[in-house]
């Protein structure tokens, strides 16, 4: 057995100003506020970190719709039924609201007994009522629309929890029925999520529907930096050998308030007995006192004494679990610290799952996308009387050469990586990205540091009350139409997501030793911008493109020169406290100030997995990262006619700006490579005419 190794990949600490936690006069905190404002839209689309308050912006919008915007119900659609009490009357007159929010017992049909398609009569009762609200699950939603059509659903709000189960794909019902319904036109739409993409790589909405929503985006940076207790949060990938159970107290802090998932009993983590695996792990921690009566919690006594609550919802049994979940759910140990030290689970305590004081999410096994990676996190990132720091953990097993499942090892860990790569962007600060003129002019309310503005260099400005940061880099493509500046502005981090999904691109990323960079920033970057926004210019595709790669790049770059400078993300003061992050900020600036000129060919030379690549290899032996490069490189092509076609419109490009035609003896990598494209594709034709 050998020790997990630890990698925090990624690790921030945050001002801990308390803004995002504080109330307006009517009773909204910031991203409530945000979401009021554009209450008057029809087709609204809300993303927003889980514990931002999401439900209750919504509460807000919705009240609105009912008394001033002439719509007669609203319908409040949830993935599964837990999520319905996030939608239970709330008395907000009482902070300052002109109205309370309350749905009769009897419309909350996730409260009620039976199942999803049992309810579509329900659903029938209440368009054909006098009452304002109902919340249901999606699947008792779908199963009404199908009965009933879209048109028994004008003049209502819809809204949708959770909104990234919806899906462009055909098959997927939800989705059909949203866009059946802006087809007709007479519903309102409010779209609500933590996490805008799919972890199955799908597109949430075709780009013509989602164009029709007007975004509200409020980002992690925001939340966390606004929170009055937590300061830090530090996500990680941890490798281990043998049985996870053996190891499982390396990562485990039983004195940390944590969610464990154990891995289905279908990944080659799982011991395939769940419950021994429970037990084990019960076994790890102390000596079993029994089952408390009332809550149904295991009663577990550490070495010192202290006894641990631990909620199991693994076990099958459904008076068991049944106990256990309610007593999770007691809304009058909500603010109970000491209510329940560990739950253990599987498929439960995920989406939508609310404790406040968890501290530590654990999970065994890379998840089955994600999406369920940022829901998971999302559970520690509750803001909490006394609680300073968060993290979550993805204990994952090593891969194995001699193993069967060999192939598949690798890919959990190249999905581990994606994860951490997508975390790291999320994290983040938002970036403003400007092209360096002559005659630019320093924007108003950023900070250009000690010395100012520089009209004659690339800077750095930094919005302290957005979180946004400010770079200017030359030869920077300006979007032109409205839709490539949304883009820019909003849809960034869901282009990173399916780079970083890609398997072929961060195969090539980690392990291919003769990889130009440009076939990776350039043209795989190219192609999935073309395919998600086929309707966008050529000119305003290209500069889609390089704001993507810019904002990856560059939070890669600040974290290699964050790390050189001695400043890691999490800076602690003298007194051990952790101090306002500035670490990426400085690692932006120290980037941008270590070259000659900051400019987008400089940026797309950079090899964007290059940082996760140095991660990689402190946490894997030296023998066992090559045998994951020779499997990789093993199923590795050279070349094929899709790549040599993109590389070959990379060539027009520089033909246009350079005169010339690449040449294949050209002693830049890249201007070989596009050479190389044309070359591959011209021996094509000629085979092909050769017969």
């Given at each position: 057995?050998?020790?997990?190794?630890?990698?925090?990949?990624?690790?921030?600490?945050?001002?801990?100003?308390?803004?995002?936690?504080?109330?307006?006069?009517?009773?909204?905190?910031?991203?409530?506020?945000?979401?009021?404002?554009?209450?008057?839209?029809?087709?609204?689309?809300?993303?927003?970190?889980?514990?931002?308050?999401?439900?209750?912006?919504?509460?807000?919008?919705?009240?609105?719709?009912?008394?001033?915007?002439?719509?007669?119900?609203?319908?409040?659609?949830?993935?599964?039924?837990?999520?319905?009490?996030?939608?239970?009357n709330e008395p907000l007159s009482q902070f300052g609201f002109w109205a309370d929010w309350q749905v009769e017992p009897r419309w909350n049909l996730?409260?009620?007994?039976?199942?999803?398609?049992?309810?579509?009569?329900?659903?029938?009762?209440?368009?054909?009522?006098?009452?304002?609200?109902?919340?249901?699950?999606?699947?008792?939603?779908?199963?009404?629309?199908?009965?009933?059509?879209?048109?028994?659903?004008?003049?209502?709000?819809?809204?949708?929890?959770?909104?990234?189960?919806?899906?462009?794909?055909?098959?997927?019902?939800?989705?059909?029925?949203?866009?059946?319904?802006?087809?007709?036109?007479?519903?309102?739409?409010?779209?609500?999520?933590?996490?805008?993409?799919?972890?199955?790589?799908?597109?949430?909405?075709?780009?013509?529907?989602?164009?029709?929503?007007?975004?509200?985006?409020?980002?992690?940076?925001?939340?966390?930096?606004?929170?009055?207790?937590?300061?830090?949060?530090?996500?990680?990938?941890?490798?281990?050998?043998?049985?996870?159970?053996?190891?499982?107290?390396?990562?485990?802090?039983?004195?940390?308030?944590?969610?464990?998932?154990?891995?289905?009993?279908?990944?080659?983590?799982?011991?395939?007995?769940?419950?021994?695996?429970?037990?084990?792990?019960?076994?790890?921690?102390?000596?079993?006192?029994?089952?408390?009566?009332?809550?149904?919690?295991?009663?577990?006594?550490?070495?010192?004494?202290?006894?641990?609550?631990?909620?199991?919802?693994?076990?099958?049994?459904?008076?068991?679990?049944?106990?256990?979940?309610?007593?999770?759910?007691?809304?009058?140990?909500?603010?109970?610290?000491?209510?329940?030290?560990?739950?253990?689970?599987?498929?439960?305590?995920?989406?939508?799952?609310?404790?406040?004081?968890?501290?530590?999410?654990?999970?065994?096994?890379?998840?089955?996308?994600?999406?369920?990676?940022?829901?998971?996190?999302?559970?520690?990132?509750?803001?909490?009387?006394?609680?300073?720091?968060?993290?979550?953990?993805?204990?994952?097993?090593?891969?194995?050469?001699?193993?069967?499942?060999?192939?598949?090892?690798?890919?959990?860990?190249?999905?581990?990586?994606?994860?951490?790569?997508?975390?790291?962007?999320?994290?983040?600060?938002?970036?403003?990205?400007?092209?360096?003129?002559?005659?630019?002019?320093?924007?108003?309310?950023?900070?250009?540091?000690?010395?100012?503005?520089?009209?004659?260099?690339?800077?750095?400005?930094?919005?302290?009350?957005?979180?946004?940061?400010?770079?200017?880099?030359?030869?920077?493509?300006?979007?032109?139409?409205p839709e490539a500046e949304r883009i820019c502005r909003e849809d960034l981090t869901e282009l990173v997501t399916a780079f970083v999904q890609d398997?072929?691109?961060?195969?090539?990323?980690?392990?291919?030793?003769?990889?130009?960079?440009?076939?990776?920033?350039?043209?795989?970057?190219?192609?999935?911008?073309?395919?998600?926004?086929?309707?966008?210019?050529?000119?305003?595709?290209?500069?889609?493109?390089?704001?993507?790669?810019?904002?990856?790049?560059?939070?890669?770059?600040a974290k290699k020169n964050a790390a050189e400078m001695g400043g890691r993300y999490n800076v602690n003061s003298d007194d051990g406290e952790p101090?306002?992050?500035?670490?990426?900020?400085?690692?932006?600036?120290?980037?941008?100030?270590?070259?000659?000129?900051?400019?987008?060919?400089?940026?797309?030379?950079?090899?964007?997995?290059?940082?996760?690549?140095?991660?990689?290899?402190?946490?894997?032996?030296?023998?066992?990262?090559?045998?994951?490069?020779?499997?990789?490189?093993?199923?590795?092509?050279?070349?094929?006619?899709?790549?040599?076609?993109?590389?070959?419109?990379?060539?027009?490009?520089?033909?246009?700006?350079?005169?010339?035609?690449?040449?294949?003896?050209?002693?830049?990598?890249?201007?070989?490579?596009?050479?190389?494209?044309?070359?591959?594709?011209?021996?094509?034709?000629?085979?092909?005419?050769?017969?």
């Open positions: 057995m050998s020790k997990p190794t630890a990698v925090p990949s990624v690790s921030a600490t945050y001002a801990q100003d308390g803004s995002s936690t504080k109330s307006n006069e009517l009773g909204m905190r910031p991203m409530q506020e945000l979401a009021y404002q554009k209450r008057g839209e029809q087709y609204l689309l809300i993303k927003s970190p889980p514990a931002s308050g999401k439900s209750r912006a919504l509460m807000f919008i919705a009240l609105d719709k009912l008394e001033n915007q002439g719509l007669q119900q609203a319908i409040i659609v949830v993935p599964e039924k837990a999520i319905g009490s996030s939608f239970h996730c409260d009620a007994p039976g199942t999803d398609g049992g309810k579509v009569d329900a659903v029938q009762k209440f368009l054909d009522s006098e009452a304002k609200a109902l919340v249901c699950t999606h699947a008792t939603f779908r199963f009404a629309v199908e009965k009933f059509g879209i048109a028994a659903l004008d003049d209502r709000l819809i809204a949708v929890d959770e909104f990234h189960h919806v899906s462009a794909n055909p098959d997927n019902k939800l989705g059909d029925h949203i866009r059946q319904l802006m087809a007709r036109d007479k519903t309102h739409i409010v779209a609500m999520t933590g996490s805008y993409f799919r972890g199955d790589a799908e597109a949430v909405l075709h780009p013509e529907d989602e164009a029709r929503f007007e975004p509200v985006t409020y980002t992690y940076y925001q939340q966390l930096n606004g929170y009055q207790y937590l300061k830090q949060l530090d996500i990680g990938y941890y490798f281990y050998s043998g049985r996870y159970t053996d190891e499982i107290m390396e990562v485990l802090n039983p004195h940390e308030k944590t969610i464990l998932h154990i891995p289905n009993v279908n990944s080659r983590e799982s011991t395939k007995d769940k419950i021994k695996e429970v037990e084990h792990i019960i076994e790890e921690l102390g000596e079993w006192q029994g089952i408390d009566p009332e809550t149904g919690f295991q009663l577990v006594k550490l070495a010192d004494g202290k006894v641990l609550k631990i909620a199991d919802l693994v076990d099958d049994d459904p008076n068991k679990r049944d106990k256990v979940s309610a007593a999770l759910k007691d809304p009058t140990q909500k603010n109970n610290r000491d209510h329940v030290d560990i739950i253990i689970a599987l498929g439960m305590a995920k989406e939508g799952f609310d404790w406040i004081w968890c501290e530590h999410a654990l999970t065994v096994g890379y998840r089955s996308s994600l999406t369920e990676i940022v829901q998971i996190i999302g559970r520690a990132t509750r803001d909490a009387p006394g609680k300073t720091r968060a993290r979550f953990t993805n204990l994952i097993a090593e891969p194995d050469a001699a193993s069967e499942v060999v192939t598949e090892a690798v890919n959990d860990t190249l999905k581990a990586i994606a994860a951490s790569l997508l975390m790291e962007q999320v994290l983040a600060p938002r970036f403003e990205f400007r092209p360096k003129h002559p005659q630019n002019q320093p924007t108003l309310g950023f900070d250009y540091g000690e010395n100012g503005y520089d009209p004659n260099g690339c800077n750095v400005g930094v919005n302290t009350d957005t979180g946004q940061i400010q770079i200017e880099i030359k030869g920077l493509a300006e979007p032109k139409s398997k072929h691109t961060i195969e090539r990323g980690l392990f291919d030793e003769e990889l130009v960079p440009e076939e990776l920033t350039q043209v795989r970057m190219g192609k999935i911008i073309q395919e998600k926004f086929p309707d966008l210019e050529q000119e305003d595709q290209e500069a889609v493109r390089q704001q993507a790669i810019a904002a990856l790049n560059l939070v890669q770059q101090m306002k992050n500035t670490a990426l900020i400085d690692g932006v600036k120290q980037f941008a100030l270590s070259v000659t000129d900051l400019d987008m060919d400089l940026i797309d030379r950079i090899n964007p997995f290059g940082e996760a690549y140095a991660i990689l290899a402190k946490s894997m032996s030296e023998e066992r990262l090559r045998q994951v490069a020779a499997i990789i490189a093993a199923k590795r092509i050279s070349l094929s006619v899709e790549e040599a076609r993109e590389l070959a419109k990379r060539a027009v490009r520089f033909k246009q700006e350079k005169g010339r035609v690449p040449s294949l003896i050209a002693t830049d990598p890249w201007e070989k490579r596009m050479a190389e494209g044309i070359a591959f594709l011209q021996r094509k034709v000629k085979e092909e005419n050769n017969g």
